[in-house]
């Protein structure tokens, strides 16, 4: 991968590349989403994460994210949990949304870290479009409920 090359998503100090599919030694659904996926931090904490996250779950963060923001209301979250990250959008009052990370581990670093901002409605879109691109090229391949 280019290092220089710009990022699936972006958010703040967090920025995302989505690298190819995992190479699934079943065709069960637990394995066929996953995604490998890069996320650099930075900021208030320098680290890089690798892991995957499955694209099911980029598909349920897309549409929470495209609710909340024709409604100005409710929660959406990328669970990254698996590869230590947690993304949440919550709308607030008046348009305005609370964004929170969470690191879970970063290299030898095992505990949790949680950092929030506050932003408009204005800042969705590109992550929408952001994650739509990436259903585009990894789409749910999940046929069953995974529960």
Do not use: K
């Amino acid at each position: 991968m280019d290092e220089d090359a710009t990022p699936g998503l972006r958010v703040g100090d967090i920025a995302l590349w989505t690298l190819g599919r995992l190479a699934s030694p079943t065709p069960d659904p637990w394995w066929v989403d996953e995604i490998v996926c890069r996320v650099d931090i930075r900021g208030g904490i320098v680290g890089e994460l690798n892991g995957e996250i499955p694209s099911r779950n980029f598909a349920s963060f897309l549409v929470d994210l495209e609710r909340c923001y024709e409604s100005l209301a409710g929660r959406a979250q990328l669970d990254g949990s698996d590869m230590g990250l947690i993304l949440t959008f919550e709308a607030g009052s008046l348009g305005h949304f609370r964004v929170e990370t969470q690191v879970l581990w970063v290299g030898n670093w095992t505990g949790s870290l949680t950092v929030g901002d506050d932003v408009d409605q204005s800042y969705l879109p590109p992550i929408i479009t952001a994650c739509r691109r990436i259903l585009e090229r990894f789409p749910v391949r999940a046929t069953r409920d995974l529960l």
